[in-house]
């Protein structure tokens, strides 16, 4: 299996001076990086917030890195310490070095990464296939999680039609005139569209040869194995799955789960309704 990387030199210095700016731009407050080694590779986080503290870890989506949580951090910061994590395999300043071939190798990554973090208990967000890999991680790794926040995660349905057109729909509506962006965005059911800065980075990145397991559908036995207070945020009008179907099959399989279908939101409901992610976050901390 291949790594995930930039396909030349000239592709990655331009990302990364796109990803410099970008940070600057939607995060200018206090922060500290840091590069974590791990078995699979070099991962990038930026801790800030309190120094103490069960810490939220926040895990974005397919493409994305640390910088799509932009909105949320200083509000999460001043209940509790957040770790915003480049995820391995992402376009951002981690670095892959070893494949990850499933959500086994995508749970390790997470447990080696919190454990260089010295994180014994963490309150994991994760955002469609950062949803996937937190669900990974409490499942094969249990102990290290205090409880799981997930915003529309894969990994309850193939991946199909709709989805695909959903993202290919969205790049399109992505590069059109930012006057007419709005108008599409709720045509395509995309508000990620409209967050310009992340879309140029989206853009910078397509020198990026992304090599990540598509996320299988969750067996029964592993959903069964969920102990652990977990939230599911999930679109009513997702492009990746049935809500209800969802709902409805983890109310059989995972009775402590907590789900909340999220009316007039889609996939992108971190940009849709960011004001109720932020809360339902800190509700799940227990703030």
């Not at 291949?2 to 990364?16: E, G, H, L, P, V």
């Amino acid at each position: 299996m291949r790594i995930s990387q930039f396909k030349n030199d000239q592709a990655r210095d331009r990302y990364r001076t796109a990803y410099e700016r970008t940070l600057a731009e939607l995060w200018p407050g206090q922060r500290t990086a840091l590069d974590v080694p791990t078995t699979f590779g070099t991962t990038r986080v930026y801790r800030t917030g309190p120094p103490s503290g069960e810490p939220i870890v926040l895990l974005p989506g397919s493409g994305g890195n640390a910088l799509m949580w932009h909105r949320y951090v200083d509000e999460l910061a001043r209940h509790r310490p957040v770790i915003a994590v480049d995820a391995i395999g992402e376009p951002g300043a981690s670095v892959q070095t070893t494949p990850i071939r499933d959500g086994r190798d995508g749970a390790a990554w997470l447990d080696e990464l919190l454990a260089a973090l010295e994180v014994p208990a963490a309150h994991v967000v994760g955002c469609s296939y950062g949803g996937w890999l937190a669900l990974s991680h409490q499942i094969h790794h249990p102990g290290r999680t205090a409880s799981l926040t997930l915003v529309d995660p894969a990994g309850f349905a193939d991946l199909g039609l709709r989805f695909y057109a959903w993202l290919i729909a969205g790049g399109l509506a992505s590069v059109a005139p930012r006057r007419v962006r709005p108008r599409l965005a709720r045509l395509v059911g995309n508000s990620a569209i409209l967050e310009s800065e992340l879309m140029g980075l989206m853009r910078a990145a397509m020198g990026f040869r992304r090599e990540l397991p598509v996320p299988p559908v969750f067996p029964d036995e592993e959903l069964r194995r969920l102990h652990v207070p977990a939230l599911f945020l999930l679109g009513a009008r997702s492009a990746i799955h049935d809500s209800r179907e969802v709902a409805d099959r983890l109310g059989r399989l995972a009775p402590s789960a907590r789900v909340e279908i999220v009316p007039d939101a889609g996939h992108a409901l971190p940009t849709d309704r960011p004001d109720l992610v932020t809360d339902r976050i800190l509700q799940a901390t227990g703030r």
